[in-house]
């Protein structure tokens, strides 16, 4: 059973699959391949894209952040950024269809955004969904946008500009710039965030745009 597994799961990790995708690829009798796609659902080893395909899930992406060390160094940086500007501060990666909190730091006092470390949160709303999809090709673009809070307009001055404003787009009362995080490529890997109540950052200021894009350098540096 276990091989049948990792077979339906190196199916999934070379390209979405749908359940006929799964049979056909692992040669598996169908009831079989539904069966342990669906347990491997529930334990978050596949979840499902927006068009209901099986894809890798938060689990395998949140061991491979482990592995890689990128958690390590976006707690550090957190840290640095909520100390900078006062307000709650995470790092986002994307998986699938949905953006997995890396690392997150909320201030002692006052009102704030609690967002734990490992919740995965959607990509149709919000700064770092915005900075997670602005640079992806195309077709993977359009996607999102057929159900997001964001338009293409918007995405294009996310890229011109090179960070996001969100103000009230995932949750009433909640504001949030994010900053994208590239890997030696240049790819974006990453987005930087800073979020809180919308009365403390509804303006995008000089002062924390500068903060964010410092804490962005600082993880691509390290990427």
Not at 2 to 13: E, F, N, Q, T, Y
Not at 29 to 57: K, N, V
Not at 172 to 185: C, F, K
Request: include cysteine.
């Amino acid at each position: 059973m276990i091989d049948k597994a990792v077979a339906l799961l190196d199916a999934v990790s070379t390209a979405p699959r749908s359940l006929a995708g799964l049979v056909s690829a692992t040669g598996l009798p169908r009831p079989t391949a539904h069966r342990l796609a669906l347990a491997l659902e529930h334990h978050q080893l596949l979840t499902r894209d927006s068009e209901g395909r099986f894809i890798i899930g938060a689990r395998p992406m949140a061991w491979s952040a482990e592995i890689d060390g990128l958690r390590t160094r976006s707690h550090e940086v957190v840290i640095s950024l909520r100390d900078a500007t006062g307000v709650s501060a995470q790092v986002y990666r994307r998986v699938g269809d949905q953006r997995l909190c890396l690392a997150a730091a909320e201030p002692a006092a006052g009102l704030r955004d609690s967002v734990p470390v490992g919740s995965l949160i959607t990509m149709h709303a919000g700064s770092a969904a915005q900075i997670l999809v602005a640079w992806l090709p195309e077709v993977e673009r359009e996607t999102f946008l057929q159900r997001a809070a964001y338009s293409a307009a918007d995405l294009q001055q996310v890229r011109e500009r090179g960070w996001a404003q969100s103000v009230a787009q995932r949750e009433v009362g909640v504001a949030s710039l994010s900053a994208p995080v590239r890997n030696a490529l240049g790819e974006v890997t990453a987005a930087v965030s800073l979020s809180g109540p919308v009365e403390r950052l509804a303006e995008a200021t000089a002062e924390r745009i500068r903060a964010l894009t410092a804490a962005a350098a600082r993880l691509q540096l390290s990427e």
